[in-house]
């Protein structure tokens, strides 16, 4: 979650009969009540007729087409026949709808095919007269972006179409810092208007490289055109950026800025951007969160004391008694050589000795700090838990030609005290900030994270340990130790069943057996 939408909407619900469950439908206030739709006919073969649709409806659906990977259009409930792409599973059920004897089952969609199809035949001139180049025909938008209504891009723009009809909106993917392979994304909302009624009829646009976009920036920003000017954004004095209208870089003159939120860049001009009225704050709550706890993989019991451990244990000990009576019986033969006497002869002089103790040394110690290494940099292992996030959400305040006098845009730098001017940029949803690089950056001014932030409550509180359910429960008021089925249950363990050890039962029929021969 890194953007913000702030709208007004519709919630309509009803309860599902027989069920603990209630269906909610929730409808924008602005173009929620209104759509476009041409008449379509609701049955295939009627269609043909009436269209005069001569071959086969597949010859609609060539080129770069999809549909959305998650509506359902027509499927089959057995593991009849399987199919890659949801676009392979259309055409199927497309073709055996042409041919004699089909029949609808509850498992299509019958209006949404017949739309479907409608749709492609007014749309199939696309494809007709269009040269494209081979990076064109090698591109994957249609198959990254294939969810039409429901992409980031194509909900943006609509709801910019508000703030201006004739605007641009520009993304680049978040954090994404200096990358030779990044892409804008440009998409502008195409609306069909009746009388006072309009609703949202498409969305187009287009991507480009990010590289180009720094050009023409760099371009612009590195002369003042007809007037002279001492400083330009090339300058060392100047920091030149572009934020998009949540406060995210678009482009600036440092490429690794790109995609990162400005208030990691620059904290204390976006406080100011935020305190002059430029963005707006919404604090956010996702109360379905997860937060990754770590797992404790020590355990705090104790060994079991079975026969078989206290076996080892003894083993153990007859060992190191002989080892100990050996050294004492024979010390002459567990003995270091002397270095002076014998070291000079095989392996050279006394101080290349001193040498290799030196180096070996060294080995042992860097081993040493590789397993410090290893045991603080080693991965965690981690179990996802649910809890709550908090976060801070940025949108730019859209200002009128009337009252954009009084706004900050019109202010100028002020030596440290505001260090930094902001345009807006025309036909998009950008501005232009610049910063002055000689004042050092104020730290008393903090612009709250985006990022969001586990909220730690105080479970001190009564409201809060019912959240844990740590309540004590009263106790059954009748005596439940069987269940009817427990018979059938086969995932039960043997946790408590108590038996001894198979060793001591080898050793005790071993004794009677010796006993006997005895």
């Not at 399987?82 to 509850?106: I, R």
């Not at 838990?385 to 976060?391: A, G």
Request: with cysteine.
């Amino acid at each position: 979650m890194k953007r913000i939408l702030v709208q007004t909407r519709h919630f309509f619900f009803m309860g599902i009969n027989g069920t603990p469950f209630s269906l909610v439908i929730a409808l924008p206030h602005k173009y929620g009540f209104n759509r476009i739709q041409h008449p379509v006919e609701s049955d295939i073969h009627r269609m043909r007729s009436n269209d005069k649709i001569k071959g086969s409806l597949a010859q609609f659906f060539t080129g770069n087409w999809t549909i959305h990977p998650d509506w359902q259009y027509c499927r089959y409930l057995d593991d009849k026949e399987s199919f890659n792409t949801p676009e392979e599973e259309f055409l199927h059920f497309l073709k055996k709808m042409e041919g004699p004897g089909w029949k609808w089952s509850k498992e299509c969609d019958r209006k949404l095919i017949c739309k479907v199809v409608a749709d492609a035949k007014i749309t199939s001139w696309f494809n007709q007269n269009i040269t494209t180049t081979t990076k064109e025909e090698n591109g994957n938008f249609q198959l990254l972006h294939n969810k039409a209504i429901d992409e980031i891009w194509y909900r943006r723009a609509v709801e910019h179409h508000y703030v201006d009809s004739s605007n641009f909106v520009y993304a680049v993917p978040h954090d994404v810092g200096n990358s030779s392979h990044t892409l804008v994304t440009v998409s502008h909302a195409i609306f069909k208007e009746d009388g006072t009624k309009k609703a949202p009829a498409a969305v187009v646009g287009y991507q480009f490289y990010h590289k180009a976009l720094y050009q023409l920036f760099t371009k612009i920003t590195s002369s003042c055109g007809d007037m002279p000017c001492k400083r330009t954004c090339e300058s060392e004095e100047l920091h030149c950026v572009i934020l998009d209208d949540n406060g995210y870089v678009i482009i600036s003159d440092n490429l690794q800025e790109t995609g990162y939120f400005f208030g990691k860049v620059r904290s204390d001009v976006m406080h100011q951007l935020v305190e002059e009225g430029i963005y707006r704050v919404t604090t956010m709550f996702d109360y379905q969160g997860l937060c990754p706890e770590p797992i404790d993989t020590a355990s705090p019991a104790t060994k079991i004391l079975s026969p078989s451990v206290h076996l080892m244990k003894l083993v153990n000990w007859a060992i190191g008694t002989i080892v100990f009576f050996a050294k004492s019986v024979f010390p002459h033969y567990l003995e270091v050589l002397p270095e002076t006497e014998h070291l000079g002869n095989h392996f050279g002089s006394h101080e290349d000795y001193n040498a290799e103790l030196h180096d070996h040394t060294e080995t042992e110690e860097v081993a040493y700090g590789e397993k410090e290494f290893i045991e603080k940099f080693a991965i965690t292992k981690t179990k996802p838990e649910p809890c709550d996030h908090q976060m801070y959400m940025y949108s730019l305040v859209h200002y009128s030609e009337r009252n954009i006098s009084n706004s900050g845009y019109n202010r100028s730098m002020v030596d440290c005290t505001r260090p930094y001017i902001v345009q807006k940029v025309t036909g998009s949803n950008l501005i232009l900030v610049v910063v002055n690089n000689l004042c050092r950056e104020n730290s008393t001014r903090v612009a709250d994270s985006p990022d969001p932030v586990q909220v730690d409550y105080n479970m001190s509180l009564a409201c809060y340990r019912a959240f844990y359910n740590d309540f004590p429960r009263r106790h059954y008021m009748t005596c439940i130790n069987r269940h009817i089925n427990e018979s059938e249950i086969k995932l039960c363990g043997k946790a408590t069943n108590i038996s001894p050890s198979r060793i001591f039962q080898i050793m005790i029929l071993t004794l009677i057996s010796y006993a006997v021969l005895i």
